[in-house]
């Protein structure tokens, strides 16, 4: 059938017997690319079904479909023009894992993050009304997202709209993990009482209300998506699927199967392997131990236990030392700042691209407030990633709020030694940005007081100084190696701190210093660097940054962004010859 | 009955006639503060049983009382020692308008941003249960507040607590302004049913659930907090207040008396004027004759209309032209983006303070799809404010996310221009910062192509140059009048954009200045003037950043706050004059 079908259109004229055997044929078509490339696994599986009666009863793009966070969009991919992305390896690539407009005209919008299609969707609705034109508006989302904020905001104001819009409710049961909250007992209630139980969120948020229990009969959702097509006001279809639907092991392992690296079909076992140290192993043994030592030690995190290596046996472990709450991250850094507040030692554990939500929680709910919670900021700095999901920016977005103590460890050894002090420390908010790659130096040691800003200057030198930041250390070592055989002995800095300057370190560079080069592992602008340059420009030394241009860059080739960037070793090193000539 | 209370044990043995009359005094102790230096007025009067009670039943601070935006803790401040605060005219400014754990330790959190009681109240339960501790932990949180996203997750998360949280939802029926979204209809719905509706947002969350319909009624209130008090679950307790109660202006008038500034307690007279021209009024008569011509503007707000001039009268004006959405702010720009999208023509117009709430939508939601919004962020710049409430961290939050195209205008009729080709352009999103006070000069245009950043050298010299970024342009010009004085005739520009540099224009500086001189109505780290210091010090030109200081400053003096960030006229000068020896 699939092959066929290179538009919706081309679906409209099939039975319902060929509609269940297509979606078949695009299970196998997600199962080939995942299999090969990596991806979302259980999101899509359970969808297809879903979204192929949408495409039937809807006529996109007129119609417009919203996907949240966009981790179900393989079919819906398939079935607009894109199957290519999915049976030919050499079309992998063309194709990315999340919505993307300028891939095809049914996608409306770019996302990666959670939680965001009831307000996108809204707005699509509201221009539609104030341009008085008359098309369906439907928002895709499923049950883990949308306990996050954004969501319920945008549920709140959906329960308002006197107007069309179909808010599909894709309920798999979980979210990436298991679901958090008082919103998901309801869910468990209505899918158990097939949609009857007297409490209902989404009624009493003002919605109107249907539920199909099994998600996967095409039949039952033709005719539900037909019943409320071009319905004039909004109106929830909660729909109950099983998360990897149609593959023996990703209905099994529901969890490790959220999202899934390269593997073999028959045998579901991975086809590649990772042995190398990481950071999440290093950081959960030390937790490990922690946890028995202090009872006041509390890991916190946000719907994404597997990203730091949460597996359900080291939750299990943890027991109430570990809160998952769910997507909800304005919640989890509010909480932790409380938890401190309490007694507790909270550790937040958050990845560095969903932390940019916590902005106005880290200033006033934390930072105002200087309780001693502990932020973990992980998967950050300059690498291949979704354009939704890079580490580069919360360097800017962190370090010019006041009152929190940031600090990027280069080693492991350091980075332990910065970790086991915050927690102790009973004074201030601290900010730990763990580095992108593992490298052992026993003599990145704390300063005495680690409240005070003291950059450790690892190799005196003159005439230049690089100061690299946490893993940009390591590139700043390889540059001062270079500098060597250029008959240049450069002095080499381990920052440490962040959020403010070792002033006194950096006046005395320029006695016997013409030239400071800065390295981070993220945004040049209004990060860390351009501190240095306000500082040192003051003092009349040159200064030079190094790190990420401001752009969003998507599943970029990490060694041509680097060439880009000008952040190899031989090209700092011919900047710093051109500059002291 | 006043006299004799300087603390909440005082009251415990009162009869419930006497904590009337109390509640009697410490309205007009609320009204006698606030009548001379301004404050929240509505929201106050509204709460006083409400907190009496409260402090009767509970013993505070060992029960732990979580205020929401602390716009309502006027009456807990004069319960909790501060009566003074209210009283004296000399000990007025010893008490600030919002909790602060550093005046009292029955103050937990320092708030001014909505939403964030019932993350902070379980982060505290959840402390308490960690530590295996037994108090009872409160939060009272506002109707109006309940809308937005962080608390939203809050109830969420306390939906599966299992031990003790009391939330008292002290419900009058509005948020600053008139509430928004399905929510709304909900709690109407059980208002009018004696808290009976069959819909119930907080039995749907999870959460049990008591109904007060009189919030004045202290027998009522001490009766049913009686009943909860140390409670081993989470239970909702959905109070009726009267938003203004037991003052007839504030009771007749509700939405004018949520804050404000002096008055004549008598009359309800305000006995200041402001008769000054401001951005709000020009910006209303721009919006108000635009909407006239094209259809596809519309104005965005997120629960703040009295603060941008939008009265119940002009709101009926602009009818489905103005969209409130309550006190949502991520869904606001999410919002507007989709309308962008759409066809439409937002603006989504929000304090600077409030702003950072959206960083991730600002990001992903907007930039990340380029659509074509304008975000116009009022109440910009270093003065006078609470601590929650400054206006100086926009710049760095939101002028390092990519595809942002961020302009502050000088001069009243540069910000008209911006406005207007800002609503007209159809291609990138524009973030326009309106500056602190109004000036006009005729001569700042647009540059021919808006969309490259130009800066506009508005008088030409050599040596020194000055850059003032919005606002700050005419201190900058007060710098060069002065320096003229010195016989020094400094180039003088107006930059305009602050998320990209004119490097072609900043690159000939070199030619003839030694020394660039950066001012911005906002922190300097991370900042405009930083990304100028970080591109010149590269050419070897000494750059001076002047803005404000990271820090939280709490309703400074505004002139002191000046010198102490060296950003009078004749510090700069003085600096200049030293650096140029």
Request: aromatic share 8%; charged share 20%; with cysteine.
């Amino acid at each position: 059938m699939l092959e066929n079908v290179n538009s919706p259109k081309d679906i409209k004229s099939f039975s319902v017997e060929e509609l269940n055997i297509l979606s078949q044929e695009i299970r196998e078509a997600i199962l080939n690319r995942v299999s090969q490339i990596g991806g979302h696994v259980g999101p899509n599986l359970g969808a297809v079904e879903l979204i192929t009666a949408l495409h039937y009863v809807f006529d996109s793009p007129i119609d417009k479909i919203v996907f949240d966070v966009s981790h179900q969009c393989y079919a819906h991919k398939i079935l607009t023009g894109r199957k290519n992305g999915f049976l030919n390896q050499e079309a992998f690539a063309s194709i990315s894992g999340y919505t993307a407009p300028f891939e095809s005209e049914h996608d409306h919008f770019m996302v990666g993050h959670t939680s965001t299609s009831l307000s996108l969707a809204s707005g699509l609705a509201k221009a539609r009304d104030l341009k008085k034109e008359s098309h369906n508006v439907i928002a895709l989302i499923g049950d883990g997202s949308l306990g996050g904020g954004e969501a319920l905001e945008g549920l709140n104001f959906i329960g308002e709209l006197s107007s069309n819009l179909i808010v599909v409710v894709n309920d798999n049961e979980m979210s990436i993990a298991p679901n958090h909250g008082g919103l998901y007992k309801n869910l468990k209630e209505l899918r158990e009482t097939n949609g009857q139980a007297q409490n209902n969120i989404f009624k009493a948020m003002g919605l109107d209300y249907v539920y199909i229990e099994n998600g996967h009969d095409i039949k039952t959702l033709i005719e539900t998506f037909k019943s409320v097509k071009d319905s004039s006001k909004p109106i929830v279809i909660h729909i109950h699927t099983n998360k990897g639907q149609g593959y023996q092991f990703s209905e099994s392992e529901k969890e490790k199967w959220h999202y899934n690296m390269p593997f073999d079909v028959q045998t579901g076992l991975s086809t590649v392997s990772f042995n190398q140290e990481n950071y999440n192993q290093i950081t959960l043994d030390y937790l490990r131990q922690k946890i028995k030592t202090d009872d006041k030690v509390v890991v916190v995190n946000a719907g994404t236990p597997g990203a730091i290596g949460f597996t359900p046996e080291i939750r299990e472990e943890f027991k109430e030392k570990f809160i998952d709450v769910g997507i909800m991250e304005e919640h989890a850094v509010a909480m932790s700042s409380a938890l401190a507040k309490g007694g507790c030692k909270p550790i937040f554990w958050v990845l560095s691209s969903f932390v940019q939500r916590t902005n106005d929680q880290l200033s006033h709910d934390l930072a105002l407030n200087k309780n001693p919670a502990v932020i973990l900021v992980s998967w950050t700095g300059i690498g291949s990633n979704d354009a939704t999901h890079l580490g580069i920016f919360d360097i800017p977005m962190i370090s010019n709020i006041p009152n929190l103590l940031c600090l990027a460890p280069a080693s492991k050894e350091e980075y332990l030694n910065v970790l086991d002090w915050s927690i102790n420390q009973t004074e201030v908010p601290v900010v730990i940005r763990v580095p992108s790659i593992v490298m052992s130096d026993y003599s990145l040691q704390l300063p005495k007081n680690p409240k005070k800003p003291t950059f450790h200057v690892t190799e005196k030198g003159d005439k230049v100084a690089l100061i690299g930041l946490g893993a940009s250390y390591w590139l700043a070592k390889e540059v001062s190696d270079l500098l060597k055989n250029n008959k240049i002995t450069p002095t080499l800095i381990n920052p440490l701190y962040y959020s403010d300057l070792d002033t006194e370190a950096l006046a005395s560079l320029k006695e016997n210093h013409q030239l400071v080069i800065t390295i981070e592992d993220g945004l040049i602008s209004g990060g860390f660097g351009q501190k240095i340059a306000s500082f040192l420009s003051r003092q009349g030394v040159k200064v030079l940054n190094y790190g990420a241009q401001k752009e969003f860059t998507d599943r970029a080739n990490v060694k041509e962004l680097y060439e880009k960037y000008h952040l190899t070793p031989e090209q700092i090193v011919e900047d710093i010859l051109f500059a002291i000539q």
